[in-house]
C-alpha cells in the first residue's frame, strides 16, 4: 500500500528557513502532481505549494517568492524549499499527491500525509 512519509518540519525563528521532503512510498508507476497544502489552528486547509509530472509549479498566493518546490519522479519525491519564514506559516503541513498510480493498476484520485508540524515563533 502507497504512504506518503513526510520529513522536515520543525521549529525555526521569523526569517529562518526550513526544507521539508515527502516520498512516495510502495509499487508506484507514476503520479501526476505532489505538492504541500497547510492547516493553521481555526483555519481552512490552503494550497501551499504544487508541482507536476512535468515540472510545471503553482503557490499559494501568500508566498510571494519565499518558498520553492522541486520533485525528483524517479524517487517519487518532493521537496519544499521555506525562506523568510513568518510567525503566520505556523501550522500544521501535508503532503498531497494526485493522480497516483500503482503498478497493479490501482489508481487513487488523492492520497495525503499525516502532517509535518512548522512553528515559527521567536
Known amino acids: 500500500q502507497v504512504q506518503l512519509v513526510e520529513s522536515g518540519g520543525g521549529s525555526v525563528q521569523p526569517g529562518g528557513s526550513l526544507r521539508l521532503s515527502c516520498s512516495a512510498s510502495?509499487?508506484?508507476?507514476?503520479?501526476?502532481?505532489m505538492g504541500w497544502y497547510r492547516q493553521a489552528p481555526g483555519k481552512q486547509r490552503e494550497l501551499v505549494a504544487i508541482?507536476?509530472?512535468?515540472?510545471?509549479?503553482d503557490y499559494g498566493d501568500f508566498v510571494e517568492g519565499r518558498f520553492a518546490i522541486s520533485r525528483d519522479n524517479a524517487k517519487n519525491t518532493v521537496w519544499l524549499e521555506m525562506s523568510s519564514l513568518k510567525p503566520e506559516d505556523t501550522a500544521v503541513y501535508y503532503c498531497?499527491?494526485?493522480?497516483?498510480?500503482?503498478?497493479?493498476?490501482?489508481?487513487?484520485?488523492?492520497?495525503w500525509g499525516p502532517g509535518t508540524q512548522v512553528t515559527v515563533t521567536s
Open positions: 510502495g509499487n508506484i508507476l507514476t503520479i501526476s502532481a
Open positions: 498531497n499527491a494526485k493522480g497516483l498510480l500503482e503498478s497493479n493498476r490501482d489508481y487513487q484520485r488523492e492520497k
Open positions: 508541482i507536476t509530472h512535468a515540472g510545471v509549479a
